[in-house]
């Protein structure tokens, strides 16, 4: 057990380790249902809100920059679409409202939780007056461990048993109470004291050596556990409270609501398709068991920033989850469709349902096909890429070269192959609109080429890009590189032919986030599509025999070792084109062989 990351110094008491529970599995029972009565297990006194959990939160509309007049504004608007509901919706101002310049730790702020800032303009009690008037419940944003003394936050990680650091939390809580607030929303409270994110964490948060901790006498779950209840404790039944980055089963019987995942995005629909609809599935299985899951909010920051067709998917399964739903609106870009769309979604947020149940939430990491109580429904997260244009110039081409290829060819049999090679896509996902300034969109029209020309193989010759995060800019991260790999994959599914994918020299990762072989050879060439390819164990070279007896096409690795190609690949190619059986041999390298 550890302070921290040190050893944990007990003295001359006992410390119960943990208390181990279990449970029998039924006959047919499904694995949601197990799940679920194994948390009750686990948790059987959660403290929950008394009834449903909705209404409006202006971070993914503002940004942390608002304005008390304009925020009330647009919840009103909010407020309206909901007039008559027995529950009243909560509204909740994020980050922004209080002193030292908005979304900005480093900025000095005297006793920053006691006001306001110039921009926001509006004492807080007067502010939960306001939204009670207009039949709302006010909440506010609170990140407790940022030093509230006049002191950049220089300090992370900090040390959560730093002297006076309970009781000043306590105080702030009390005071939001004291102001009408009936939520708070408490974040940053794992990083701020650790200093990595969730999805950095290995079996523990603390994956580094940490700041000695002024009392070793305690384990970091019990230091971290007795803040919990201090601030429980601190606003009693008056309010409740939201976990975002606290730890889960710390929470469960002390905060009534938890954010389950990352952020999602009022600014690009990639990071809502990659955190919302995952963490909603996953651990739907906590909602209501450990407390109300928050999969986090719809949101919206300019008209463009998101589809709505995809946004609006979103909103609608958290509005039949039964979790709690919160919008970020801007009454500005109210159109017919969204008005109806957030109508319909408040007003069913706002009555009691029984948890959605993700039925692919064993096979697919955003889960698509959901049983709301009885009633199913089936959502696409994916891009649509047929709404990615072809521009006219390429089309003329394309149908250019066609005409050429066709009058070639004649009556004769052919094969094609189309190729594409040296990506270096600049960002993480693939976009949802037409940007052909990231090099993906190019591949996306290479598949198109591929279907034109009734192609036999689609190959992409290497150099995705995976050592770097940005043009040639920065090395490339972990986080980065699974998107990139993930948008290809999804791109690479669609073709509904075979897509034989070559290593590049920079495919392997960088330093930060190095990729091996056989992480890249499982991800794209391991596939169902590609289930006639002999392929090496790591499956980054192999061969691929075109049905018809005519050609085999044999493609490998020039990054395999740092010298290139290794003694098991050339033993393997030279043993496919002995046993070619007078096929014609292609072969496909990204580095050209000497």
Not at 213 to 225: N, S
Not at 245 to 252: L, Q
Not at 481 to 507: K, S
Request: glycine share 10%.
């Amino acid at each position: 057990c550890r302070a921290g990351s040190r050893p944990v110094r007990l003295g001359d008491r006992t410390l119960e380790a943990c208390r181990l529970v279990s449970r029998q599995g039924r006959p047919g029972e499904r694995a949601f249902e197990a799940g679920q009565a194994f948390c009750r297990l686990m948790c059987p006194h959660p403290r929950l809100p008394s009834g449903p959990v909705y209404g409006y939160n202006d971070w993914y509309c503002a940004y942390g920059r608002n304005t008390a007049t304009n925020f009330l504004a647009d919840a009103a608007f909010v407020l309206s679409l909901v007039e008559g509901e027995k529950t009243r919706p909560y509204v909740v101002v994020d980050d922004g409202w209080q002193r030292g310049r908005q979304g900005s730790p480093a900025v000095r702020a005297e006793h920053r939780w006691g006001g306001v800032n110039p921009r926001w303009g509006m004492e807080m009690d007067e502010f939960a007056r306001r939204v009670k008037a207009m039949g709302g419940r006010p909440g506010l944003w609170y990140r407790p461990f940022l030093p509230d003394d006049g002191l950049p936050n220089e300090g992370v990680p900090m040390d959560p048993t730093a002297p006076g650091l309970k009781r000043r939390i306590v105080d702030d809580l009390r005071r939001f109470v004291d102001w009408g607030m009936e939520l708070v929303k408490i974040d940053f409270i794992t990083y701020e004291w650790c200093g990595v994110w969730g999805f950095a964490y290995g079996d523990s948060p603390v994956v580094r050596d940490l700041p000695a901790w002024g009392d070793e006498t305690r384990t970091t779950a019990e230091v971290v556990k007795d803040l919990y209840a201090a601030m429980r404790a601190a606003v009693g039944d008056r309010a409740v409270i939201i976990g975002c980055n606290a730890i889960d089963h710390f929470a469960a019987g002390l905060f009534e609501l938890q954010r389950t995942g990352d952020d999602t995005s009022g600014r690009e629909w990639d990071r809502t398709r990659k955190m919302g609809p995952n963490t909603l599935g996953m651990r739907a299985i906590h909602d209501r068991t450990f407390y109300v899951a928050d999969g986090d909010c719809f949101g919206l920051v300019n008209a463009d920033s998101v589809p709505a067709r995809l946004n609006l998917r979103w909103l609608d399964l958290i509005a039949r989850s039964g979790t709690a739903l919160f919008v970020s609106w801007k009454r500005q870009l109210t159109t017919p469709e969204y008005a109806k769309a957030l109508e319909t979604a408040l007003r069913r947020a706002a009555k009691e349902q029984p948890t959605g149940e993700p039925l692919d939430w064993l096979d697919t990491p955003r889960p698509t096909r959901w049983n709301f109580g009885g009633a199913h429904a089936t959502y696409s997260w994916e891009p649509d890429f047929d709404a990615v244009q072809t521009p006219a110039w390429a089309k003329r081409r394309l149908d250019a070269a066609l005409a050429r290829y066709r009058k070639w060819r004649g009556d004769d049999e052919a094969i094609t192959i189309t190729t594409v090679a040296d990506i270096h896509s600049w960002t993480g996902d693939f976009p949802v609109k037409n940007i052909w300034s990231d090099h993906k969109t190019h591949m996306l029209l290479g598949l198109r080429v591929a279907a034109a020309f009734d192609s036999a193989l689609f190959a992409d010759l290497g150099d995705i890009g995976l050592d770097c995060r940005g043009w040639w800019r920065v090395p490339g991260d972990a986080e980065t590189a699974e998107r990139r790999l993930l948008a290809q994959d999804v791109l690479y599914r669609r073709p509904g032919r075979p897509v034989m994918c070559l290593t590049g020299n920079h495919d392997r990762g960088s330093a930060q986030a190095p990729l091996s072989n056989e992480a890249f050879g499982r991800r794209f060439n391991d596939r169902p599509e590609n289930a006639a390819f002999v392929m090496s164990p790591c499956g980054t070279w192999g061969y691929y025999d075109v049905p018809g007896g005519l050609l085999r096409v044999i493609y490998m690795n020039t990054s395999q070792v740092d010298g290139g190609i290794g003694d098991d690949q050339i033993d393997f190619v030279r043993r496919a084109l002995e046993t070619s059986d007078g096929r014609r041999i292609l072969v496909l390298t990204h580095v050209c062989l000497d």
